[in-house]
Structure formats: C-alpha cells, structure tokens
C-alpha cells in the first residue's frame, strides 16, 4: 500500500509539471499572481489540463485492457494493438467516415467499438481453433490478423483519400487534444471500473475455462464482458487519440513480475503504471524537440520496444 | 449420491465414452482404473460438466449437471483435470483461495480463511504458500491445485491423476489425506488412478474401464486379480496378498 501511494504520488508530481510544458508560457506565477494572466488561464484550462486528463485515462484504461487481453487468451503477449482490436476499431471508424461523413465521434466511436469486438472476437476464435497452442504462436495469430485488417484499411483508405486520418488513429498523438474534443474519454475510466469490480472473475477465468467451471462461473459469459470492455475501450482511445503502442504488453507484465497476476491487486498497479507511463511519454515527446512536438505513440513505440526487449530476455526462462 | 445414466462421449465416429450407467458409492474413496484411452479422464469430466456429453445424463444429488446453475454445483463437487498448465502467476496462497470462490464469491470472510489455512497444511505446503507457482517444482504445484480444490470443501471432490509429478512421500501422504477426508468428513472421492497399488491399497472401490465401458467394478479383492486384470491391460499380472493389501506385481 505504501508502495502504491508512492507511485501515485510520482505520477501526480509528474502531472503537474506536465501542465506547465508547453510554447504557450503558463507559470506558477502567471497563474497566481494577483492579477492572474488570463490568456495563461484559458491556455491552462482549454488546452493543457484536457490534455493531462486525455493522457491519464488512455493510459489507464489501455493498460487495464491489456491486462484483459491477456488473461482471455492466456498469453502474456497480446494486447489491444497486436491482437486484431486497434487494426479493426481503425476499420470500423474508416468504414464510419468514408460511409457516414455525417456521423457525430460518438456514433464512429460505437461503429469502431463494433469492429473492435467483432475482430478480437475473431481472434479468440481462432485461438481455440489452433490446437497444441504455443506461447509465441497466440501473439503471431493476433499480429497476422491485425496485418490482414490494416491492409483492408489502407486499401480503403487509399480509395477514399483517407490515408492520413487513418494515420492519425493509429498513431496516439495528444497534441490536439482540447476542451470538448476529449470527453468521450470519461467512459473509459468508467470500463476500467467495470474490471475492477469483476476482478475476480478476470483472473479465474484467466485459468482456464476448466477452473472456471468448476468453481461455478460461466466462462463465456465473463469472456464476453471481458471483449465489450477491450473493445469499446480500443475505439475510444482510436477515434480520440490514436493507438498507443506496447503500452498494454509492457505495463501489466512489468507488474506481473512483481506483483503476480491476481487482478484484483494488480489492475490499480496497472492502471496508475499505464497513467505514469503514457505522461512520461507525452512529456518527453513535447520537450525533445522543443518548440515542436513527437506523438506521444512515436516515444512509447521507442521506450516500449527496449524495454519489451528487456523483459522478455528477463524472464524467457519462464516463459515456456 | 453421483449418478450417471447412458453416458457417452463422441468424437467423429470415434466413441470415447460408451454409454456408461454408473451409480458412484457415496462417502469414500473410488478410484477408476484402467488402460490409456479406456476413456476414464473424459468420463470424470463429464461427470464434473467442465466436458459436455454427446448423449446421456449425470445426477449430482438428483441435480442434472448441465441444467442446474453453476455455482450450485460448485458448492457439492469440485474436479481437478490433469495438466494443469497455468500462465497466470499466483501465489500458493491466492490459488487455494480462489478454491473458496463458490462460498465467499470474492470476498473470503475468517471462516474461508481458515479453510484456506486447513488446506495449505493439509498438503505440507505451508512454507510455499507465498511464492508463485511458477517458482514451484511440478509436485509441488500438483499438491497446490489439489489444495486448492480441497478448500472448495464439497462432498464430491474428483481428481483426475492427483499422484501425477508427486514424489513417494508426498504420493503417500496425499493418499492418506483423502483417506482422512473421507472418514472423517464423510467426503466422496473419485480418482482416476494409473498406480494400482495406490488404487488397491486405498479405495473402498474400484472401477476397471476398457474401450469407453466399464469393465469391471468391485472392492480390492474382486478386482485385483489376474484374470479381471488381464482382462482390463491385456498383461499377465501377479497378485499377492502382503500385510491384507492385494498388491499387483506387474514389473517382470
């Protein structure tokens, strides 16, 4: 417990300079001093406090859906953005954009949730089909799957001329995140209650459908709970902000390692880990190359991939 | 009292389990016995739901397994299936818990915790009860999963190959405590058992199959004998009476 608040507490610490990050001068003193500067307050209040939350609850609820991907296909290397969701959300919004142009973000959020569950569906489909499954050939199932939905979308995309905004969902970019474009957000910290709540049953059925039958919980039923929430979580984050990569593989194995796999002690690990990580991420991405800014997705692709590296020639041992 | 009417298990054309009407003894050890793909495991697993059947029904206290609500069953029968393969990491501790899901439903209250305790003990696994059970040997493990499902604490409790990976000493004592179990607690255990002389020595009753059928089912004495053995392995084996315990000498 007291490792946790100390965690929180470096998060909370990092959130705040976050907010004083940026070309705009926002200062401690332009804040509150006592004639307050207003254009430092609106810049503070439209633009850079929206974007904390945004970062906070994407990277909350990716990692709590990470987490959840991979106790439903009992691999510790899947999550949302290898195992089919991302690819077929980016379908389903394209689909929404290309057929609808009309439609309001939250009815492409609902058609890219739609995808999303269709396609990880599939997905956990497909695994139950491959018999003597391996550790490394679930995650290949996934990466294939994804690569089959990404070339339907470019393809499409091409046709439509929307190349760029398909860009755009797949690379998690919080740059233009603003006041009224960033809401839509709120319900996934609301999903990743939802998890918590059914902790529990997470983490029986993520020992198999045999365990979970036996201590008399209906396997697909959770199974089923467990799709809705990685995918309407997925669409979320791709119609708002875009796909952040590694972020679901890397903060719930990190907090495996040293807290086990018990969701119900793990996901509040996991969602204030993922938090920490996506901040760290946009932070350095706005000040690398100050004035100009990196999409957040582009730095967590960098750290992710080392790190992922890392972990897995860490613990290969245990793999198998 | 367990029940199973016309049973049977197909897979294509192939039939597994072969129209099996069984009435299981209540209270004590049964243990089934029997050649490889004599269809034992998948018998035990329909009985416990967690395989459904092509065709028959299975009673647990008048309950038909496939109709009546999950947790209901949960709280009268537990099964253990073979190859337990685990990718989650849990402690020794949080697994066994997860045994009581069916009372506590997530929030273990001191009764549960006791059980918890009781069955950590029960299985000599008080000094791993913090690690996590990809730290464990597979013995180890094995006596974990049984641990936990002895804190389900039901009246039919069925272990598909509970001796599997466990050493002698620990093959023994867990034989001896399902023994306890039952004739203190008043327990029915099911066992699918490949030693025949752990089945011999410590079940009240034995079940012989063979190509998807029951065979032969009887106490000790009727079935440890060469001529039903034959029948059942296709292998000349000796039996010898030692200390009143029929021992089958099938080595040479």
Not at chain 1, 251 to 270: C, E, H, T, Y
Request: glycine content about 8%.
């Amino acid at each position: 417990m007291k490792r946790f608040i100390a965690a929180a507490a470096v998060i909370a610490l990092l959130a705040l300079v976050s907010l004083f990050i940026g070309v705009s001068n926002v200062s401690w003193d332009s804040l509150f001093s006592p004639s307050p500067d207003e254009r430092a307050l609106q810049v503070l209040v439209i633009s850079r406090i929206p974007r904390l939350l945004a970062v906070m609850l994407v990277g909350t609820s990716l990692g709590v859906a990470g987490l959840l991907m991979q106790m439903l296909a009992r691999n510790r290397f899947v999550e949302p953005a290898t195992a089919g969701s991302a690819e077929s959300a980016s379908l389903g919004v394209l689909a929404a954009t290309a057929l609808a142009p009309q439609l309001p973000v939250l009815g492409k959020m609902l058609v890219a949730a739609c995808f999303a569950l269709a396609g990880t569906a599939l997905f956990l489909l497909i695994l139950r089909r491959i018999p003597m499954r391996s550790v490394l050939i679930v995650p290949l199932v996934g990466l294939v799957l994804g690569s089959v939905f990404d070339s339907v979308t470019t393809f499409f995309a091409y046709r439509f001329d929307l190349l760029q905004s398909v860009n755009a969902w797949k690379t998690g970019d919080f740059s233009t995140v603003l006041r009224g474009r960033y809401e839509l957000l709120w319900v996934t910290l609301v999903l990743t209650l939802c998890a918590y709540v059914a902790a529990d049953r997470f983490t029986v059925v993520g020992m198999g459908e045999s365990f979970t039958t036996n201590l008399g919980l209906r396997y697909s039923r959770i199974v089923a709970l467990g799709l809705v929430i990685v995918s309407l979580v997925t669409a979320m984050v791709v119609v708002t902000v875009g796909m952040i990569p590694f972020l679901g593989l890397l903060v719930p194995n990190v907090v495996s390692l040293f807290m086990g796999d018990n969701a119900r002690k793990s996901i509040p690990w996991v969602a204030v880990g993922g938090a920490g990580f996506v901040l760290l991420c946009d932070i350095i991405g706005r000040v690398v190359r100050f004035p100009y800014e990196i999409p957040g997705a582009t730095i967590a692709g960098v750290i992710g991939s080392g790190l992922f590296l890392f972990l897995l020639l860490r613990r290969d041992a245990r793999v198998g | 009292m367990i029940e199973a009417k016309n049973v049977t298990k197909r897979y294509g054309p192939t039939l597994v389990v072969d129209d099996v009407s069984l009435r299981f003894p209540v209270g004590g050890i049964t243990s089934i016995i029997g050649p490889n793909g004599a269809g034992k495991s998948t018998l035990l697993s329909m009985i416990s739901r967690v395989l459904p059947m092509s065709s028959g029904n299975v009673l647990v206290d008048g309950l038909d397994v496939v109709t009546t609500p999950g947790d209901e069953l949960a709280r009268r029968l537990a099964i253990l299936r073979q190859d337990n393969h685990l990718t989650s990491r849990l402690t020794v501790r949080e697994l066994v818990t997860f045994g009581r899901y069916p009372h506590s439903k997530g929030r273990p209250t001191v009764k549960d915790q006791e059980h918890v305790e009781r069955a950590i003990q029960h299985m000599g696994l008080e000094a791993l009860s913090a690690r996590f059970l990809d730290e464990l040997s597979g013995g180890q493990r094995q006596r974990a999963f049984v641990a936990m499902v002895l804190c389900q604490d039901t009246d039919y409790v069925l272990l598909d190959e509970p001796l599997n990976g466990l050493d002698l000493k620990h093959a023994v004592s867990m034989m001896k405590q399902l023994r306890t179990a039952a004739n203190t607690l008043g327990k029915s255990f099911v066992l699918v058992l490949h030693d025949l002389n752990f089945a011999s020595c410590y079940s009240d009753h034995l079940i012989a199959m063979r190509d998807g059928k029951v065979a032969f089912q009887g106490r000790s004495e009727d079935i440890m004998r060469p001529d039903v053995l034959r029948a059942v392995y296709d292998l000349e084996i000796a039996i010898q009476q030692i200390n009143g315990d029929w021992i089958a000498t099938h080595y040479r």
